[in-house]
């Protein structure tokens, strides 16, 4: 049994800073990480899908590392369009595939018990759009073809188009190149996104793609064209990804806040409520 769990959008700011004045995203963060800290079992890995920080400011990636090594885990992180990927691999050296990636791009793959997780950089300088780019292809390509392990790609910018325009607009700008190199790949299980700052489930070149919402504010649900850009503070939660060889790769959405429960399904058993004695 595997268990990947993945938070996204954490958007961090320098301590004492609220992102877009009134979102507390350091406050929200921990309380994620807090969270992942009592899940039962414990997870195996966890994947960080982009925009940990909110500027790419020092002091941003200084909360991250402080918030992030607090769990007892390897953690995997891609860089979103509100990072760098120069700034985040200068910040974050210590890192899984920080060391290892060349150019400018982060970009590395890891075996985890019973899957292979991928990680691919979409961060496109001076620009809210994602991009794989050629080189990155060409590697993801090879790494496929060499380790047939299950596996879940983790990417900041969702290749699937979402129906909320102004997210969209700032998609995947190579989303079809990235299709053609996956489609024909059985063991390609997941794409694993973020940006969206919702939960969402939608099919890419055949696969599974999910969206998890952020650990901070959401993007509100407006399916109408063209639709503002408005954020507000739906549930935070996150996924985890459970693989093993009955089940297969299942994801499951866990919030982060507390709710009434749990209760006894059979806490009633034997009891005759008025009406049903006959
Ligand atoms: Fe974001
Ligand atoms: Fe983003």
């Not at 609220?18 to 309380?31: G, H, I, K, P, Q």
């Not at 790494?143 to 392990?149: A, H, P, Q, S, Y």
């Amino acid at each position: 049994m595997t268990l990947i769990a993945q938070i996204t959008d954490l958007h961090l700011r320098p301590r004492g800073l609220a992102c877009y004045r009134v979102s507390d995203t350091n406050m929200f963060a921990e309380r994620a990480i807090r969270s992942l800290q009592a899940f039962n079992p414990k997870p195996d890995a966890l994947v960080v899908t982009g925009d940990l920080t909110d500027r790419s400011d020092p002091r941003e990636y200084a909360v991250g590392r402080e918030l992030l090594s607090r769990l007892d885990m390897p953690v995997f992180v891609v860089p979103g369009n509100h990072d760098n990927s120069d700034d985040m691999r200068r910040a974050l050296p210590e890192f899984p595939g920080m060391s290892e990636s060349r150019s400018g791009k982060i970009y590395y793959a890891a075996d985890v018990g019973s899957v292979q997780v991928i990680a691919l950089d979409t961060f496109l300088p001076n620009s809210p759009c994602g991009e794989v780019g050629r080189e990155q292809l060409t590697w993801l390509d090879g790494k496929l073809r060499e380790n047939t392990k299950p596996t879940l790609i983790a990417l900041h910018h969702p290749p699937a188009l979402s129906g909320i325009t102004h997210m969209d607009n700032m998609g995947l700008l190579d989303a079809d190149a990235l299709a053609e190199i996956v489609a024909p790949c059985d063991h390609v299980e997941r794409f694993l996104c973020g940006h969206l700052h919702r939960p969402i489930i939608a099919n890419f070149a055949g696969k599974i793609m999910t969206l998890a919402p952020s650990t901070g504010h959401q993007v509100v649900l407006d399916l109408t064209e063209n639709g503002p850009a408005l954020f507000n503070f739906e549930p935070a939660a996150y996924f985890v990804h459970f693989h093993s060889e009955r089940t297969g790769v299942v994801s499951h959405m866990a919030y982060v806040e507390s709710y009434p429960g749990p209760y006894n399904f059979f806490a009633d058993e034997g009891v005759v409520w008025p009406g049903d004695e006959c």
